[in-house]
């Protein structure tokens, strides 16, 4: 954590960014090369852009590495996935640690081998006590099914007694859904040149700025990412009022 970033916009910043990391397959097929090969080098993309994000001062910074779709890739894509996730966790925990991030992790445990299972609870514990970055990567998340958790878990207060129907309102939602305790993402950033969500945070991206670029995740390095991040300013947050009542509001 050396170079010190050069933040040359002005205006509001966001507080937390929400990312799909896509694009490492074709990185690695348009170099002849196999498909865990992007991986790979997608590994190095992702710890830089956690460098940059504590030296920006992002309050929340939220990763897609596997969703609850990816499984039904080929076995081998697959366990090379959840080997390399494993393995990475395990060599950047203790930097992870000294930095000040906390990391957590969203999406349904309760599938991952006991190694991955032990690493990830490791990872949690190790950073649980520090007060700077909130990263939270999505494994095994899938939008959906963070809906139907939350669901379940009100209707079983309802069940029990301690919450009633009419009580039940959108900020119920937002306290039982993930990332509950961080703000909303203000800038969401796809890479590998797709226009879509692919079932990533579907709650929480209601108002969300999206920014989209061609570039596959194994090139979106430092650079890359303090353009998106500069875009955020130029755009104007209008959460349903007019242009003029926004302004007014001044919304960061
Ligand atoms: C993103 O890259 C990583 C994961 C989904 C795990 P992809 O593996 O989806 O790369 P492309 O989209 O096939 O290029
Ligand atoms: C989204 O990428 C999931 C992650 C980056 C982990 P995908 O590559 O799985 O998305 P689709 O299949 O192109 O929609
Ligand atoms: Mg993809």
Known sequence: MTNPVEVTHQGPKPKHVAIIM?????????????RA????????????IVEVGVEYGLEALTLFAFSSENWQRPKKEVDLLMGLL????????????????????????????????EQIQKTELDTTHNTGLNLTIALNYGGRWDITQAVRQ???EVER?????????????AKHVCL???????????????????????????????YFTPVYWPDFRREQFLEALAEFPKRQRRFGLTGEQASRKNFA
């Open 161 to 173: 007694g301690t919450l009633t129907l009419q009580q039940i309102d959108g900020d119920v939602m």
């Open 154 to 156: 009100i209707a079983q």
């Open 37 to 48: 090969f992007g991986h790979q080098e997608g590994v190095k993309s992702t710890r830089e």
């Open 22 to 34: 896509d694009g490492n397959g074709r990185w690695a097929e348009a170099r002849n090369r196999p």
């Open 180 to 210: 509950a305790d961080v703000p909303d993402p203000d800038l969401f950033i796809r890479t590998g040149g797709e226009y879509r969500v692919s079932n990533y945070l579907l709650w929480q991206l209601a108002y969300t700025e999206l």
């Open 86 to 117: 494993q393995r990475s966790l395990k060599k950047e925990s203790p930097e992870l640690a000294r930095n000040n991030i906390r990391v957590r992790f969203i999406g349904d445990m309760s599938a991952f081998s006991d190694v991955l299972a």
